[in-house]
């Protein structure tokens, strides 16, 4: 019986190079996002996006702190091959923080803003789909 007709069929080159270049940009906006968020002052921040006024600010701090950890999960995992089923599951953190803020604009009416988080939430929906399922990383032996 031929077994190799049962064997994982090795991921496309190509969708492993998209998968890497959708996270590197995600971990790059993420990671400029989060340390904004984490460093800025809430009054400027207040000033740049008024969403900030109705929540607290230890809760953007928060925000900012996850976004950082998504950016960092999306890219060392995968790079060093050290626990490399985190990156996938950094990917569904980023989507559950977009996700949540699809909800928050929505509540508040403001439905102009909610195709940066929609469309930040689909990437990192791609990243986790395709690091599970398609091309996930080898562990380093």
């Excluded at 400027?44 to 900030?52: G, H, R």
């Excluded at 009416?109 to 195709?115: R, W």
Aim: net charge positive.
């Amino acid at each position: 019986m031929n077994t190799s007709a049962f064997a994982p069929k090795p991921p496309s080159k190509g969708l492993s190079i998209a998968l890497w270049i959708i996270q590197a940009f995600l971990a790059l906006g993420f990671l400029a996002s989060g340390l904004m968020k984490l460093t800025t002052p809430i009054e400027k921040l207040t000033a740049m996006m008024p969403w900030v006024s109705a929540v607290p600010g230890l809760l953007v701090r928060f925000i900012g702190l996850a976004e950082i950890l998504g950016a960092v999960g999306l890219v060392l995992p995968a790079l060093t091959r050290i626990r490399p089923r985190l990156t996938p599951w950094a990917a569904i953190g980023l989507l559950v923080i977009m996700l949540l803020a699809v909800g928050f604009h929505a509540t508040r009416g403001e439905l102009q803003v909610l195709g940066a988080p929609v469309v930040f939430g689909g990437m990192p929906a791609f990243v986790a789909w395709g690091r599970f399922r398609k091309a996930p990383f080898s562990p380093r032996s």
